[in-house]
């Protein structure tokens, strides 16, 4: 069963609330006085958890559509009867009027058909008129966020890609979809404003290699999934949603509105960005791993030239463990004496070229000036089918750092 609010809006790849909230209930001495910080917040599984815990509770989000939504769901607190007239001012003037049409991008019209996406566009415009920048306006967009995917006859990928050229056989009219989506998001919110969950939780638009919003030593526990360095496009995930509203036409600009924001982990942001590996390594110098990164970077070069695609693996390995030693000396920073770090973290072997992962990243973080690390294996990967890529067996799990 979904847990309230956790369930208005998913992202790919996600941690088990439930999770999140064992480990914060596990380490509740490092939250006495410290925050909990999730520097990947995602759609804010963490910080919500963190909440429901009663603790504060910060996440940072690079990707600004992501962190739009994530804020949002952090607006549970408000005024369900306000919340509940504005939705159905929506649907009421939308149903009742034929307002202009945007111009929506190709992916648009290949996903939707025309009916639902008149629909849709009358939602979209109506609701851009009441919108004052208030609570009740972002609860109500994210309520039509939350529905495009459901009125889409087009098939998604497991991660969130949207196939036109697939469909799906169960596809929900806008209108009743919208009124489902804002009855279950007015019994979440009316199910926690009974409880004494606490409010004291920010998701900042934020760069984790940065954390410019996170104050010096005020961390106690940290709890996050980054990025893996697996290829897959993390920008490319809410592409449909941006699309439809209009903040990319297409792939071209979706490079300067999502992907560029993010952690270098997929060879299209190497490629885009025209990296160069001798700099990217020099980003690592001081470290006891360049040496074996330099290595493997060298193989995935030299494998590239026997593959048809010839992607730049060797330049997303070498700049994604360049942010993360980044990303690392930032929590260093932010995080107090004695603070404890959870990674859900999975390796990889692009072109069948392991890359160990979880054993950089805790390198990285003794570097960045943590004491120790560990691994706790929860499952093995590329095991239940035949990969048609490579055979090198991986494993995801809990990478702990002690500060």
């Known amino acids: 069963m979904s847990l309230p609010v956790h369930g208005w809006y998913r992202f790919p790849a996600g941690f088990s609330a439930k999770w999140a909230r064992s480990v914060i209930d596990k380490h509740r001495e490092s939250t006495d006085r410290l925050a909990l910080l999730d520097p990947f917040a995602g759609v ?82 109506t609701w851009e008129e ?64 009974m409880t004494d969950v606490r409010c004291d939780a920010n998701i900042f638009l934020d760069d984790a290699r940065l954390l410019n919003t996170i104050a010096d030593d005020s961390v106690g526990l940290v709890i996050t999934s980054p990025p893996y360095a697996n290829n897959y496009d993390y920008g490319d995930a809410t592409r449909l949603e941006m699309s439809f509203f209009g903040e990319v036409t297409g792939w071209g600009d979706l490079h300067e509105k999502a992907r ?14 025209k990296l160069d590996l001798n700099r990217l390594l020099d980003e690592l110098v001081g470290t006891t791993l360049v040496g074996e990164i330099s290595s493997v970077c060298d193989a995935l070069a030299e494998q590239r030239l026997y593959h048809g695609g010839k992607k730049d693996y060797h330049l997303m390995v070498a700049a994604y463990f360049a942010d993360m030693r980044k990303a690392w000396r930032s929590l260093r920073r932010v995080c107090a004496s004695g603070a404890r770090a959870c990674f859900v973290v999975g390796d990889s072997a692009p072109y069948g070229v392991y ?4 054993r950089w990243l805790g390198e990285l973080a003794l570097d960045a000036g943590f004491r120790d690390y560990s691994f706790e294996k929860i499952r093995d990967r590329n095991v239940k089918w035949k990969n048609r890529k490579h055979d090198v067996p991986l494993k995801e799990g809990f990478l702990w750092v002690q500060g």
């Open 355 to 358: 890359v160990p992962t979880d």
């Open 44 to 125: 804010g599984t963490t910080v919500l958890s963190g909440e429901d815990a009663g603790v504060k509770a910060y996440g940072v989000e690079a990707q600004p559509f992501i962190q739009k939504i994530a804020a949002a769901k952090l607006l549970w607190h408000t005024d369900t009867v306000a919340f509940r007239d504005a939705a159905q001012a929506v649907v009421g003037q939308a149903s009742g009027r034929s307002p202009r049409r945007y111009l929506y991008p190709k992916l648009i019209h290949g996903c939707f058909g025309e009916e639902a996406l008149s629909d849709l566009n009358n939602l979209r415009h």
């Open 260 to 273: 560029k924001h993010l952690i270098r982990s997929c060879s299209q942001h190497a490629s885009i960005e």
């Open 130 to 193: 009441m919108d004052d920048g208030g609570p009740v306006a972002k609860l109500t967009w994210l309520a039509l966020v939350g529905i495009l995917r459901s009125c889409s006859s087009a098939g998604t990928a497991p991660w969130q890609y949207v196939l036109p050229s697939k469909t799906k056989s169960k596809v929900l009219a806008p209108y009743d979809a919208f009124n489902l989506q804002v009855r279950k998001m007015l019994a979440d919110m009316t199910l926690w404003q």
